[in-house]
């Protein structure tokens, strides 16, 4: 049985009539960047998110970074994040000549460790890029008040989390000062190219952001600040506004699908529940656990991605391609220890948690898409390696 780790067509089928005819109204319109499609999708999201301000932008990379010049980032600022998240997270504090610095994550969510936080704080310190990895929300109470007590901003970053929900119901983005996210293709909600969003409650940054998502002129070709070419186009807009209202039904298949998974690594006894830290002979399967679970919450995970951790990581992914099994590294190698930052000095051993993570985890498909049968077969795939 072939699995591959991503199936977009099926989304696209259900949908293409109204797609293809929200396309071709651009096309007609030959109205291409920003305009009525894009603030159409901006005031969406700001309903959907229950925010004050959305702003549509070319992708979630440079939402981030759209985000740190908007809160005025400077060169030889410090930004904190994650060492375990994409590129993206730390990269755009670098191309401001900025100083990412690293924090471990939590052994079980993957999310930056707020314990962890504090002593990373200097006087150099001007943000916390926290990272909701996977598609559940960090520890953000416990990281804004850190930051509210050091006077620090809070960039979320929800490239892998749009619509996903906090304790009593906030969505992520609209919690910090600026919420980023993205419409990656693979991304819980894709766009047909790239694109992004940023999020805001605060006027002021809010006029910001808006400014300097077209080079910083206001009015037009007047420039008091420096921004750049950040529109997302309305080609794009046009096909998120078609698939914003099907979010919520494609994450609780997700969530069905991480719930089978949970239930048939229990039942072949390679796992004894959830959220279990460390490998031993009840738990050779570490499975993911939704931390915010509960009944006031429908969004409490929306499984960007389902990473499991297993000891001989790298043989049972070759072993999954030989049952034509797809799967995928998120992400093998820490910022702290990517070659690009080797002048930040850090080194192996610094951030446990995280190396762990690295060295063991595994993607497993999880799109709504995906069958029983499917995931059954992977689960047994696994088992058949495992035992
Ligand atoms: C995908 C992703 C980004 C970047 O989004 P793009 O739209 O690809 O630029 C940033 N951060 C995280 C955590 C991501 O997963």
New binding site residues.
Partial sequence: MKVPLLDLKPQYHSLKKEIDEAIANVIESQYFILGPEVDKMEQAFTKYLNCKYAYGVS??????LLALMAIGIKPGDEVIVPTY?????AGVVSRLNATPVFVDCDPVTFNILPSALKSKITPKTKAIIP???YGQSAAMDEIIEIAKNANLKVIE?G??AIGVQYKDGRHVGAIGDIG?F???P??NLGCFG???LVTTNDDELAGRLKIMRVHGGHPKYYHKVIGGNFRIDALQAAVISVKLPHLDSWSEKRRENAELYTKLFTQAKLAQTDGVASFDDNNKVLLPKPVYKSDKIKNYHIF?QYIIRVEKRDELRKFLAENEIASEIYYPVPFHLQECFANLGYKKGDFPNSEFAANTSIALPIYPELTKEQITFIVETISKFLK
């Fill in positions: 992708s979630g990379t440079d939402a981030l998240s994409f590129f993206a997270t990272v909701h990895l970053d490239a892998q980023c993205s419409f990656f693979s991304k790239d694109g992004g960007n």
